[in-house]
């Protein structure tokens, strides 16, 4: 295990191997770097995979939950990194909110990636949790008291699935993420803290274009989080993009993709 020590908290990683080919992959909400250990069976000699655990996950650490995770800050962590592991170019991959945080690092270094490889990433199109957590004012605190006190939020989820409104596996997928005091604390200072870190879709498009940056798209045919048709709007204007959908949910979406690769 690897700790980069910044002015913003400590960013635990591992690093596998010393190929020329530098990939940075970031994993979901609620996972720590072994969400990809599956995916260490994909990567050849002239590979060197450095796998991160996401500031409030796993053994990484935010000094200040006061302390937002702008775009300029997030830039400048990437560049130590590059510094201390001596590395120009690389590739991206990232699933769920590791999309997120590739499509940001893609717009803050597009001419350095290599390739991006995007599993039902989180800031194309954001869902109701996501939107809820960046209201301004009484809205967040109203989630604020949802994360902390949630049984009268659960109940009316499951009312709500029972009427056919909510899909099964979304309230599935809330309650894994919220079942403990210390995962809804989670949940709630990852939100806030990454706020700032919005893509803007019209720059990476633009991107990806000029660059003629390598993409590809994986989605899961039964993820009723992120599906192929809520993306749709930005893969549509990526002539280039290579779109995939697998027979498979959100959570199984790594280890599908690993086996499709293979």
């Known amino acids: 295990m690897k700790y980069l020590k910044t002015n913003f908290g400590t960013l635990a990683y591992r690093r596998y191997g010393l190929g020329k080919d530098t990939h940075l992959l970031f994993h979901g909400f609620g996972q720590n770097m072994k969400a990809y250990d599956s995916f260490l069976n994909l990567r050849k000699e002239d590979d060197t995979f450095i796998i991160f655990d996401i500031f409030y996950h796993g053994q990484s650490s935010w000094r200040s939950v006061n302390q937002k995770l702008t775009k300029n800050i997030w830039k400048e962590i990437i560049i130590q990194l590059m510094n201390e592991e001596r590395f120009h170019s690389f590739h991206l991959i990232g699933y769920s909110m590791g999309g997120k945080f590739s499509l940001v690092t893609y717009e803050l270094f597009p001419t350095q990636v290599k390739s991006l490889l995007l599993m039902a990433p989180d800031g194309i199109k954001t869902g109701f949790w996501y939107n809820m957590a960046t209201f301004p004012g009484v809205l967040n605190r109203i989630f604020k008291h949802v994360v ?44 806030n803290v990454f706020k700032p870190l919005q893509p803007n879709l019209g720059g990476i498009i633009k991107s990806i274009r000029s660059n003629r940056t390598p993409i590809n798209l994986i989605t899961g045919k039964f993820d009723k989080m992120v599906t192929s048709k809520n993306l749709e709007k930005f893969s549509s204007k990526i002539p280039s993009i290579i779109q995939i959908e697998l027979e498979c949910g959100h959570n199984d979406l790594i280890e599908e993709t690993v086996k499709h690769l293979s």
Do not use: D
């Not at 006190?149 to 809330?174: A, D, Y």
């Open 148 to 191: 902390l006190h949630p049984n009268r939020f659960f109940k009316t989820m499951s009312f709500l699935n029972s009427l056919g409104v909510l899909e099964s596996s979304i309230v599935k997928f809330v309650k894994s993420q919220m079942k403990t005091r210390t995962k809804r604390a989670q949940v709630y200072f990852t939100w």
